[in-house]
Structures are given as structure tokens and as C-alpha cells.
């Protein structure tokens, strides 16, 4: 049950505000002085204090009132409190909001309206305990790990952090999934970081960066002569990290045969150089990156079912950025390095935008508006978006050709008329005229 305190020297008021509020479920203990008020906040938890202004017969200009508010928000800083005032002492209470009061209601009161500011003050509390418990819980939960610099707010980046750690110290295979430039390699570092391996080699390969016919002799290494052009001995990946983590990256242009010997290395421990026949033991921890869907590739025949699940034993699945907006401004912050900060339309903008190439794109974003800010802050126009991201992420054919066309008629022709009206901006809107095809007006 939430608990109010009332503080009030009018007896009837206490009175009516006590049976408002107990009809609604709340407890409700008056305190005709501030005195009184102490005793009670040091003896019962309270969730909100209800004030009065004025505690004394012929006090009216609130100063009372203003004392006891500074007084409380010292020792109870956690306590909303929302004064009760005379439309006089309007500016006072302004002033009081201004240093810290939830919100305040004029005498006489409409009930509803006071319910409502009572419940609105209440909520935000809790939600405030709430901010404050999941941010303990995140200190905890990170202590003492190796975030390796990532940078991060959003519930879901916590989430998935909190998996990564824990899966970190066994030995299972690890699957990240996620759209380009979201940040999949940083997972890995994590998972790789915060295991017992954290001492041996980390050696990432990216598969989407060489050449098929390579792919194996890079992975397994090769002996000299071994096809064209391996003139040396050639260690491969999977030797050189003995020990340690193997991280492929984009693992879904691995071709078949590969795939194949990455299934036996899986099973057994055990691959050859290319023209070897010596067979080799390989002691490693694979973690394995994809922004392809990999059943689909299953499905057309293109990756084996039974490397899936062994490379799969676990998924980690990371967002797109625009799925976690949390981590937006952080992370801008961060690529800033404090250099610059964003005015406030720019942050806007970056929280608004749909950040189709990730924090990669985010991170060129920021570069890039170091270079050309001029001033000390980031305007939205040095952030270089698209014009889409400020008419809130509409496509080119959110907008039919038919209202397009009624916007156009509408405005007599005028194309900043008529894109007002659309609620976009006059270069989105030539856009969406070249789009469709229609001449300008
Ligand atoms: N949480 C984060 N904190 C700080 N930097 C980040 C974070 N996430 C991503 N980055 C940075 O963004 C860039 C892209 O991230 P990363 O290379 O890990 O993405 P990816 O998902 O592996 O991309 P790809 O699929 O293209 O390989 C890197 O420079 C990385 O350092």
C-alpha cells in the first residue's frame, strides 16, 4: 500500500484529502505541523508528501512552506513532494518545482486532477527506483569483467552482455548474429576476453573479405607447393591459434568444402595442411559471426545442417541499432570523445534516424561532423543525414503518387506549400517527385 504523507494545519483539509485518497487505496497519515511531519517521515516509509504552504493562523506568503520544502528535499531527496497552494503563491511554487518539487496543485483542488498529479508523481518514482536498481544490477552484473570498451545503455545490449559474460568461461561454440556494423566483432572480443583462453591467440578471419579458393589454405594452412603460387610452408589459422579463440567472421562464405573440414575440426580436434597427410590437432574455441540468415542458406543447399549445430551450440543475437535507441547518444558521445558536444535538434536527429549501417555508419557520422562543425556544437545540418531522417525515417513511398499529386494541386503549385502539408521537408519531397516521375510544377 503507498503511503502519503499530508502535511496541513487545517483540519477539515486533512480530512478531506485523507478520505480522497484512502477510497482510492492509498494509506494516508496527516501532520498538522511541520514538527509533526518528522516524526512521522523517521518513524514510516513514505511515498509522497503532500504540502501546504502556510502552517500558522495569518501566515499567507508561504515562506513556511518554501523552508520546509528545502529542508525535506535535504533529508528525503527521494521523497516527491507536491505543494498545495493559493493561486497567490503561484510564482513561489514555480520557483519551488524549479529546485526540485514533483509538481504542484492550487487550493481549492479538483479532485481529479490532484488523483492524477498524486499517481503521475508516484509512477515517476518508482520508475526512478527502478532506473537506480537496474543500474546497481548492471554494476554488479559487470564487475570485475572485461567489457572490452564497448559502450552501451540500452536494456537489450545489457541483456546480451550479461549472456556473453556468462557464456564466456566455457568452451561452446558461440554464434553472433546481427545486421553489418552492429558491433558483432566487439561481442566476440567480449566472449574471447572473459575466458580462461584470455591469454592465449585471438585470431579473427574474415570470410567475407578472402577469396574462396583461399579460404581453406588460410584456415588449415598449406604445405609449399600445394597449389599454385604457395611457394612457403603456410601456417593456418586454426594452428596458429592453438590454445586460444578461432573468430570467423561472415562464416556464411565459408564454401562446402571448407565447411566440411571445419565439421571435422569441430568434431575432432583433428585437420590437415593442404598437400599434407599429416594430421594435425587443433585445440580451439570457435565464435562465429553472420549477418546472413544462415537456415535460408541451409535450405538452397549452400551450408551444412550438421556445421550449423555445431557451430550454433549457442546464438547470440545482437539488435540492429535502430532497435536499441538507448545506445544512440552514448555511443555518439563516445565517437566524440568529448570534443564536441550535440545540440540538442542534432541529438534529435541521431535518436531519430534509422541507422541502416549500424554503429559502423554511426561512428563515420560523428568523424565527419568533427571535420566540418564549425562552432562548438554539432548543428543537425554538420551530421550530414539523409533529408529522410528528419521528415522521422519516411520512405519514398510512405506517400502515394496520388497524395502527392493532391498536395501539389492543393498548394497551387507551390512546392514548399505542399510539402508542408506532407509534413516533409522541400528536398524530400523533389525526391519523391523524381520518384514518381512527376515534372515540377
Ligand atoms: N558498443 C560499441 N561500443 C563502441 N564501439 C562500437 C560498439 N559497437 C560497435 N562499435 C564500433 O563500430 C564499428 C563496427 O563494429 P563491428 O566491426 O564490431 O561490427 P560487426 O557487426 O562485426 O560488422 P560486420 O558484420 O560488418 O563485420 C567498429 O569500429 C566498432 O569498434
Known sequence: MLKILVIDDNQPICQALQTLFTLQGY?????????????????????????DMNFSAGQMHGDQGKALFYQLRQQYPAIPVVLMTAWTQLEMVVELVKAGATDYIAKPWDDQRLLLTVANALKLKQLTEQQRRNEQQRLAAFAGKDLCGLVFASSQMQQLLQMALQLAPSSASVLITGPNGAGKEGIANVLHANSERKHKPFIKVNMGALPADLMEAELFGAEAGAYSGASKTRIGRFEAADGGTVFLDEIGNLPLAGQAKLLRVLQTGEYERLGSSVTRKADIRLISATNADLTHAIAQGQFRQDLYYRINVVQLALPALCERP????????????????????????????SWPGNVRELQNVCQRALLLSSGAEIQSADLGLPDTAASAKRSLDDIDRNQLEQALLQAGGVVSRAAKQLGISRQALYRRMEHYGIETP
Open 27 to 51: 494509506q494516508v497519515e496527516c501532520a498538522g505541523t511541520p514538527e509533526q511531519a518528522w516524526q512521522i517521515l523517521a518513524q514510516n516509509n513514505t511515498d509522497l508528501i503532500l504540502q
Open 326 to 353: 538507448d545506445d544512440i547518444l552514448p555511443l555518439a558521445q563516445f565517437f566524440l570523445s568529448g570534443k564536441k558536444s550535440l545540440s540538442r535538434e542534432a541529438s534529435q536527429l541521431l535518436q531519430q534516424y
